[in-house]
């Protein structure tokens, strides 16, 4: 299995959406590094093949690619949950040892019902914060915070069980947050989400200040959340760089199962052939 060499594109060559930072800035720190990182299942030996790439502190990543172009298994392999083949991983300069916690990260799962197993949604914020050993103070100003951040204080006694799945994916985003993690993964996080609470979710992570990455097929709300995108297929990386530059090659969107998005198409051109 083979594939050209990996496209990059300057984020500074298409316009992105967000302020541009000062060429004067000083350098951010790389908070994950990983190098020829490999992975596969029994029935599956390839899933990624030696990926190589550095995320800075602050940025917003976008992961795009077809069904089972390997975006969870990446997203696994950087939390720890699975352990890579070959290559290695480090967060903030130090090697992650896989199956061990690292409160630093915090991966949001595609579906919030395997995310939320408490009795209310107030239990369900405070656990992560519980579990780090904080004190009952601590824990209920997190929990306060968080779910003042992802605007679902007027949910906090409610069971999750009874609420929409927007509510619950809000919930579940809470419930990272309470923890403090420097680096949240975000998988499908708009697959449950109504028009009003994908707009939220958009400004929420425009304003946010921790290092996300974000695996979706929904590729308008890549654009609008992202600052940076890399394109999987294959097992390996094709492109990395500006959003618009990147989805709005189509031969190059076409080639690895992608259309290009609405936003990007020029009026009056033909959308679907």
Same mark, same amino acid.
């Given at each position: 299995?083979?594939?050209?060499?990996?496209?990059?594109?300057?984020?500074?060559?298409?316009?992105?959406?967000?302020?541009?930072?000062?060429?004067?800035?000083?350098?951010?720190?790389?908070? /994950?590094?990983?190098?020829?990182?490999?992975? &596969?299942?029994?029935?599956?030996?390839?899933?990624?093949? %030696?990926?190589? =790439?550095?995320?800075?502190?602050?940025?917003?990543?976008?992961?795009?690619?077809?069904?089972?172009?390997?975006?969870?298994?990446?997203?696994?392999?950087?939390?720890?949950?699975?352990?890579?083949?070959? &290559?290695?991983?480090?967060?903030?300069?130090?090697?992650?040892?896989?199956?061990?916690?690292?409160?630093?990260?915090?991966?949001?799962?595609?579906?919030?019902?395997?995310?939320?197993?408490?009795?209310?949604?107030?239990?369900?914020?405070?656990?992560?914060?519980?579990?780090?050993?904080?004190?009952?103070?601590?824990?209920?100003?997190?929990?306060?915070?968080?779910?003042?951040?992802?605007?679902?204080?007027?949910? =906090?006694?409610?069971?999750?069980?009874?609420?929409?799945?927007?509510?619950? %994916?809000?919930?579940?985003?809470?419930?990272?947050?309470?923890?403090?993690?420097?680096?949240?993964?975000?998988?499908?996080?708009?697959?449950? @989400?109504?028009?009003?609470?994908?707009?939220?979710?958009?400004?929420? @992570?425009?304003?946010?200040?921790?290092?996300? @990455?974000?695996?979706?097929?929904?590729?308008?709300?890549?654009?609008?959340?992202?600052?940076?995108?890399?394109? /999987?297929?294959?097992?390996? /990386? /094709?492109?990395?760089?500006?959003?618009?530059?990147?989805?709005?090659?189509?031969? @190059?969107?076409?080639?690895? &199962?992608?259309?290009?998005?609405?936003?990007?198409?020029?009026? &009056?051109?033909?959308?679907?052939?």
């Amino acid at each position: 299995m083979t594939n050209g060499p990996t496209m990059s594109v300057s984020i500074d060559s298409v316009s992105t959406g967000f302020a541009p930072r000062s060429m004067a800035a000083e350098p951010r720190p790389a908070v /994950i590094a990983a190098q020829t990182l490999s992975f &596969g299942y029994p029935d599956q030996p390839d899933v990624l093949c %030696q990926i190589s =790439l550095t995320v800075q502190a602050g940025d917003r990543v976008g992961i795009i690619g077809h069904n089972g172009c390997g975006k969870t298994t990446l997203f696994m392999l950087l939390c720890g949950v699975l352990s890579p083949a070959a &290559g290695e991983i480090l967060l903030f300069g130090e090697p992650l040892k896989p199956g061990q916690f690292c409160p630093k990260v915090g991966l949001l799962f595609q579906d919030p019902d395997d995310q939320l197993f408490s009795a209310s949604v107030r239990d369900d914020v405070a656990f992560g914060p519980q579990n780090m050993g904080l004190g009952p103070t601590e824990v209920a100003a997190r929990v306060a915070q968080a779910a003042d951040m992802a605007g679902i204080t007027h949910l =906090l006694d409610r069971l999750p069980h009874h609420l929409s799945g927007g509510e619950k %994916q809000m919930v579940a985003i809470a419930g990272l947050l309470a923890m403090t993690p420097q680096i949240i993964l975000y998988d499908e996080p708009t697959a449950s @989400l109504d028009l009003r609470t994908r707009r939220r979710l958009i400004r929420f @992570l425009q304003n946010s200040t921790e290092t996300v @990455l974000i695996s979706s097929h929904d590729l308008e709300f890549v654009l609008e959340a992202c600052d940076r995108v890399i394109l /999987i297929d294959e097992g390996r /990386i /094709i492109a990395d760089g500006c959003p618009r530059a990147i989805m709005s090659n189509q031969a @190059l969107m076409e080639k690895h &199962g992608l259309e290009k998005p609405h936003s990007l198409l020029p009026h &009056g051109e033909q959308h679907h052939r």
